[in-house]
Each structure stands twice: as C-alpha cells, then as structure tokens.
C-alpha cells in the first residue's frame, strides 16, 4: 500500500489561488447558474475557512479601481507579493496586519496623576516650603525694583518747561521791501515773487516782511488805500494767490502797513494822524482775513501816543490770532526812547537802530546787549542793525560775518533785509537821491548802470562757493531752527579779554553753544578753561568746532580752549555736551 500523501497546512490551503470563473463548462459555473444564493453560500463558506486558518487576524481595504497605469506603486508590489505567495486576490484588495490588542494601546497611553495624586504630592512638607520660598522672593524683587525706580525719579534732574513757541520765534525775518528791486528790475510784481520762494525757503527764514504794497501816492492822503493793492504790482487776486504759495512752503507773510511810504513823511502831517490810525484799524481787520499772519509799522515815534496806539492795534491782531505778529519800527537808537514804546505791549517786536554803534568794539557790544535784556527783563527781542536799510549801510565788509553770527545766536529773532545775506551794497547814482538796491541774482540780472559787478557778489556765485557769505548765513539760519540752546536757551556772558565777546547759550539737559567774537582786527588769544556756568556747571578745557565766520578751521575736531588764537573779526561756534 502507497503510503499516505502528506497532508498540506492550513496556510498552504489559504495561499492557494482560487480558480476564476472560465466557461459555463465547468463546475463553478454551474453552481453560478444554479442561483445567487448558492454562489454566496460557497463564497462565505471558503472565506470562513480562511478565518478560522489564519494565525493573525487580517482587514480586508479596498482600494480605488484605478487603471493599471494609475495604481500606486506600493498597491502594483503588495500585489505582487501576495501573488508570490501563491494567493490570488480581487484587482484593488490588499490584506494590511492591523494591531488589535486594545489593552497594550491604552497601556502605552500616558495619563498622568490623578487630582487626588497631585493633591498629596502638593501637601507635602517640602514642596510647601519651595513655594513659599519662591513667593518671598517674587515680592522682595518687586518691593526692590519699586524702591529703585522711586529712588531714580527722586534723582533725576527736573527737566525745565518748554516756553511758549510762535512761528516769529522759531527763525529768522527777511524783508522785503520793494518787490520790484528784489526781483531786479521794473517788471517785478507779486506773480514773479512766486518764483523766488524756493530761494527763500533755502535760507531757512521763517517768514518775510513784505511791502508795503497799498496804493500810495506821493504824500496824498485822499488817494492812499491801505486796502487796495498797487495795480503796478497786481491785484488782490495775484496777493491771495501769493500768500497760499508761501504757506504752502511754511513761510509767514507779514504786510507792512506805513501809509505813506512814498512820501516825506511816513504819516503823513501831524493833523492826519488820528485820522490815519483809524484807517490803520480797518485795514488790520481788512487783512486780518484775506490771510495775513501779522503786520510792521516803521516810523512810530511819530505817532502822537504811540504806545497806547501800538496797544491797541495789537489787540486787534491778537483777537484773530495768538500767532499773529505785529512789529514797530523806528529809527531812534535811545534805549529810554525805546522803553517807551514797548511800555504798554509786551507782545510787539520793535526794530530799531540801537546795535547801530560808532565804535562796533566788542566790549560796546556786549554792553549794549547786557543793558537791553536787563531793561526789557529778558521778554522776548528782535534784533537788527536798522528798521529797514542794508547792513553794508551800517558796517565794514570785514565785521558783516560777525555780525551775522551774532544776530543768529543771541536771544530773540534776527530780522535782515533781503541783500544782507550777500552783503549788497546801496548803490547810489551821481544827482539821484538813494532807492532800494537791485537784488544780485547773477551777472544778467545786473543793470547796466551800476557797470561791472564781481559775480562773487551775486547770489549765483555766492550759491556755488562753500566759504561765501550766503553760505555761512544758510549753516546759521538752519542751527538755530533746530537747536534749543540756541532758540531759546539762557545767555551767559564769559571774561574774554580786550576786543572779546564771548557767551554761551544752554537750555536745560540740551546741548550747549560757546560764541566767541574778535572784534578787532588783529589775532586775539583766548582763554577760558575752567570758567564756572550756572548751576555748578563748567565750561570743559576742550569744545567742538561747528564752524566758524573763516575758513582753514577743521570743523568737528576738539579744540583747547586754553591755546586758542582768533584771526582778526573771526567768529567761532562751538558746542559741547550737557553733563549732570
């Protein structure tokens, strides 16, 4: 007898391949026609077979039936594999060995503790006692960086309050008082002085004086109208259309309002005075709200009762606006004669020709500011050489650097006429009386009559040279915008020696500026290590140079002040730092 064939696994019986359905010949399709339910009884019988067999518990996933070339990779290889292994399965099935053991998955879960757990932890003895070892600590930093900063207010110096600031205050004042000179010729008029406000702009001013404007014939009362442009120069139209243009640059207009500019007599015959600031009243109200931004009067000595007359226009001016400005101008340079015109108003800027001194040394300088700030109790000033004419009319050539550098940095506002920036002279033609000099614009813009001029004297050639006139007055014009010890900082006067005028200005915790002015015309040696400043302050042995009226100074490089030597009419700015 043959022995008995070995019988095959219960894994090898899984493995096998099912034979797919061929022809209706065979058994399996006859026991397809048989009926469905008959097909579905094997099915699950052959299937409960391979569950019953199988060592692992396997889940059946249905893939997408995709076509052949759409199918994964990793779907064509377990394929594959499964056919390896001698098992045929449905396109789109793979059997994946899932974990099923639900106690190890929570096991391997971490919980942590329970609320009771963490309770008995937290109640014992030695995390009671880092805790309150870490809450003692927290409030003796918080108590300690309380005290601190308690301590650091109580001994940081106090800063000083900022005084009030109005535009005027701010920079300089440029007049103009004829625009048809300024422009340079008979065809100026308010349309070409739109042009010029870049320039204007460029030298940092903070508002011109212009005019006067108004129709003014020649000592005639009747026809005077201080409410009607001069047709020469254009129409209330072309003045609105000029005033939004220099707002638009942040330039204020200040009208200057003398009513007979042209004649003889700024006001005219004594008679006509009362009758005349009437006039003046309506005309400040009438401007007042075209859009003006303040007014000048000159000549207001002639005024009977001048100051309570000045009084009363500046109530006019300051009820339409806190930052309307009203100047006074007179040609007296008597400081009593001055007192009394600002006796009544502390509000209006008075140009005068009190700085215009004989002797220009720099002891009389000095002297004569002291006596003013000490007179007028240090209210605000304006300060210039005349109340309408050029520098170049008062001073040498050689002292219009130092004097630029002096109006710039003392305390108040400097007020210049349009030239002074260059140093334009009055030119004066044989048998004709003095008229406004004709602006230097460039070599064209020069008449024929004044002859030949040096093209360093016009603004064009003055603009291309860094050492030129108009170059220092744009660097001054521009520091003292923008630095409080210079726009309003305390003035403290320092011993210089003969022919010396030297101060510096500070505000606060800001920093401070050293002045020093040789006034004579010879080498100065200065010398002022170790002069005491107020407050227990001291002047440092050695400053920084911002520039000078000269050139050869390397500016920003320190300087001993104990081994300075000044050139003749040189003017120095220095700076230093604030130190508590």
């Given at each position: 007898?043959?022995?008995?064939?070995d019988?095959?696994?219960?894994?090898?019986?899984?493995?096998?391949?099912?034979q797919?359905?061929?022809s209706?010949?065979?058994?399996?399709?006859?026991?397809?026609?048989?009926?469905?339910?008959?097909g579905?009884?094997?099915?699950?019988a052959?299937a409960?077979?391979?569950?019953?067999?199988?060592?692992?518990?396997?889940?059946?996933?249905?893939?997408?039936?995709?076509?052949?070339?759409?199918?994964?990779?990793?779907?064509?290889?377990?394929?594959?594999?499964?056919?390896?292994?001698?098992?045929?399965?449905?396109?789109g099935?793979?059997?994946?060995?899932?974990?099923d053991?639900?106690?190890?998955?929570?096991?391997?879960?971490?919980?942590?503790?329970?609320k009771?757990?963490?309770?008995?932890v937290?109640?014992?003895?030695?995390?009671?006692?880092?805790?309150?070892?870490?809450?003692?600590?927290?409030?003796?930093?918080w108590?300690?960086?309380?005290?601190?900063?308690?301590?650091?207010?109580?001994?940081?110096?106090?800063?000083?309050?900022?005084?009030?600031?109005?535009?005027?205050?701010?920079?300089?004042?440029?007049r103009?008082?004829?625009?048809?000179?300024?422009?340079?010729?008979d065809?100026?008029?308010l349309?070409?002085?739109?042009?010029?406000?870049?320039?204007?702009?460029?030298?940092?001013?903070?508002?011109?004086?212009?005019?006067?404007?108004?129709?003014?014939?020649?000592?005639?009362?009747?026809?005077?109208?201080?409410?009607?442009v001069?047709?020469?120069?254009?129409?209330?139209?072309?003045?609105?259309?000029?005033?939004?243009?220099?707002?638009k640059?942040?330039?204020?207009?200040?009208?200057?309002?003398?009513?007979?500019?042209?004649?003889?007599?700024?006001?005219?015959?004594?008679?006509?005075?009362d009758?005349?600031?009437?006039?003046?009243?309506?005309?400040?109200?009438?401007?007042l709200?075209?859009?003006?931004?303040?007014?000048?009067?000159?000549?207001?000595?002639a005024?009977?009762?001048a100051?309570?007359?000045?009084?009363?226009?500046?109530?006019?001016?300051?009820?339409f606006?806190?930052?309307?400005?009203?100047?006074?101008?007179?040609?007296?340079?008597?400081?009593?004669?001055?007192?009394?015109?600002?006796?009544?108003?502390?509000?209006?800027?008075?140009?005068?020709?009190?700085?215009?001194?004989?002797?220009?040394?720099?002891e009389?300088?000095q002297?004569?500011?002291?006596?003013?700030l000490?007179?007028?109790?240090?209210?605000?000033?304006?300060?210039?050489?005349?109340q309408?004419?050029?520098?170049?009319?008062?001073?040498?050539?050689?002292?219009?650097?130092?004097?630029?550098?002096l109006?710039?940095?003392?305390?108040?506002?400097?007020?210049?006429?349009?030239?002074d920036?260059?140093?334009?002279?009055?030119?004066?033609?044989?048998?004709?009386?003095?008229?406004?000099?004709?602006?230097?614009?460039?070599?064209?813009?020069?008449?024929?009559?004044?002859?030949?001029?040096?093209?360093n004297?016009?603004?064009?050639?003055?603009?291309?040279a860094?050492?030129?006139?108009?170059?220092?007055?744009r660097?001054?014009?521009?520091?003292?915008?923008?630095?409080r010890?210079l726009?309003?900082?305390?003035?403290?006067?320092?011993?210089?020696?003969?022919?010396?005028?030297?101060?510096?200005?500070?505000?606060?915790?800001?920093?401070?500026?050293?002045?020093?002015?040789?006034?004579?015309?010879?080498?100065?040696?200065?010398?002022?290590?170790?002069?005491?400043?107020?407050?227990?302050?001291?002047?440092?042995?050695?400053?920084?140079l911002?520039?000078?009226?000269?050139?050869?100074r390397s500016?920003?490089?320190?300087?001993?002040?104990?081994k300075?030597d000044m050139?003749?009419?040189?003017?120095?700015?220095?700076?230093?730092?604030?130190?508590?």
């Amino acid at each position: 007898m043959d022995p008995e064939p070995d019988q095959p696994s219960s894994t090898a019986a899984d493995a096998a391949p099912a034979q797919p359905p061929s022809s209706p010949s065979q058994p399996d399709a006859q026991a397809t026609s048989e009926g469905p339910d008959s097909g579905r009884a094997a099915v699950a019988a052959a299937a409960g077979s391979m569950s019953r067999d199988a060592d692992v518990d396997m889940k059946e996933v249905e893939l997408n039936e995709l076509e052949p070339e759409k199918q994964p990779m990793n779907a064509a290889a377990g394929a594959a594999g499964v056919a390896a292994a001698g098992g045929a399965e449905k396109n789109g099935l793979v059997k994946i060995k899932v974990a099923d053991d639900e106690a190890e998955a929570a096991a391997a879960k971490f919980t942590g503790l329970t609320k009771e757990e963490l309770l008995k932890v937290a109640s014992s003895p030695g995390w009671v006692r880092t805790r309150w070892a870490l809450l003692v600590l927290f409030w003796l930093g918080w108590f300690g960086m309380l005290a601190g900063a308690v301590v650091i207010i109580v001994q940081a110096p106090r800063c000083r309050e900022l005084p009030v600031q109005r535009w005027w205050h701010k920079g300089a004042l440029y007049r103009i008082g004829d625009v048809k000179a300024f422009l340079g010729g008979d065809a100026g008029n308010l349309e070409g002085l739109k042009g010029q406000l870049d320039y204007l702009n460029s030298l940092k001013v903070k508002g011109i004086v212009l005019g006067p404007l108004h129709k003014n014939p020649e000592d005639d009362f009747h026809q005077t109208n201080l409410n009607e442009v001069d047709p020469a120069l254009g129409s209330k139209e072309d003045f609105e259309a000029f005033l939004q243009s220099a707002k638009k640059k942040s330039i204020r207009v200040v009208l200057d309002l003398t009513p007979n500019y042209r004649g003889q007599n700024s006001w005219f015959q004594p008679m006509d005075s009362d009758v005349v600031a009437i006039k003046v009243k309506d005309a400040l109200n009438f401007w007042l709200n075209i859009g003006v931004d303040g007014f000048q009067v000159r000549d207001v000595e002639a005024l009977k009762n001048a100051p309570s007359v000045l009084a009363e226009w500046q109530n006019i001016t300051k009820s339409f606006s806190e930052d309307s400005l009203l100047i006074a101008g007179t040609n007296s340079s008597d400081l009593a004669q001055i007192l009394h015109l600002l006796s009544v108003s502390n509000d209006v800027l008075l140009t005068s020709s009190y700085l215009a001194h004989p002797s220009h040394s720099g002891e009389q300088v000095q002297l004569l500011i002291t006596q003013y700030l000490n007179a007028t109790d240090n209210r605000w000033c304006s300060w210039s050489l005349s109340q309408a004419g050029l520098m170049t009319s008062i001073l040498p050539a050689s002292l219009l650097r130092l004097y630029h550098m002096l109006l710039f940095t003392i305390p108040g506002t400097p007020v210049f006429s349009y030239g002074d920036e260059i140093g334009l002279e009055a030119a004066v033609l044989p048998g004709q009386p003095m008229k406004a000099p004709v602006m230097l614009w460039n070599e064209s813009s020069i008449p024929s009559a004044m002859g030949p001029v040096d093209p360093n004297k016009t603004v064009k050639g003055q603009s291309e040279a860094a050492g030129s006139l108009l170059s220092l007055f744009r660097r001054l014009s521009e520091q003292r915008t923008k630095e409080r010890s210079l726009l309003h900082g305390d003035l403290h006067l320092l011993p210089a020696g003969p022919g010396l005028f030297a101060y510096v200005r500070q505000w606060d915790q800001n920093k401070r500026f050293l002045v020093l002015l040789n006034f004579r015309d010879t080498n100065q040696a200065v010398r002022l290590g170790g002069t005491r400043l107020p407050m227990g302050a001291s002047l440092p042995t050695s400053v920084d140079l911002s520039f000078g009226t000269h050139e050869g100074r390397s500016e920003g490089s320190p300087l001993e002040l104990n081994k300075l030597d000044m050139k003749p009419h040189e003017g120095l700015l220095f700076h230093f730092p604030y130190v508590a």
